[in-house]
Nanobody
Framework: QVQLVEYGGGLVQAGGSLRLSCAASGRTFSRYYMGWFRQAPGKEREFVAT????????AYADSVKGRFTISRDNAKNTVYLQMNSLKPEDTAVYYC????????????????WGQGTQVTVSS
């Protein structure tokens, strides 16, 4: 089992940047594939990005491709989401999640979730 805590959310102007961090407990972090998801008010949770256990394989939602970068540091038990060129439509609660099933984009296949961090992008 792994516990996840997200950091780094906040308020930023359109065009700005934020870096989210997700710290995992335990000594088995490197066994998990990690993902970032987001949920805007009145909308369903949606996939943002995912990364393999070694960090060598990543995947992104089309809406963030070229603007967001997912990475991980297994020595620090942390996964990151660098968000550049932010848009008002990126406003949401961002969640990190862990799975043993692979580089996948389906939220239902992730077993462990953080509590979320709010990102608000003003126009």
């Amino acid at each position: 089992q792994v516990q996840l805590v997200e950091y780094g959310g906040g308020l930023v102007q359109a065009g700005g940047s934020l870096r989210l961090s997700c710290a995992a407990s335990g000594r088995t972090f490197s066994r998990y594939y990690m993902g970032w998801f987001r949920q805007a008010p009145g909308k369903e949770r949606e996939f943002v990005a995912t990364i393999s256990r070694s960090g060598g394989n990543t995947a992104y939602a089309d809406s963030v491709k070229g603007r967001f970068t997912i990475s991980r540091d297994n020595a620090k038990n942390t996964v990151y989401l660098q968000m550049n060129s932010l848009k008002p439509e990126d406003t949401a609660v961002y969640y990190c999640a862990a799975t043993t099933r692979g580089v996948i984009t389906t939220a239902e296949l992730y077993s462990f979730w953080g509590q979320g961090t709010q990102v608000t992008v003003s126009s």
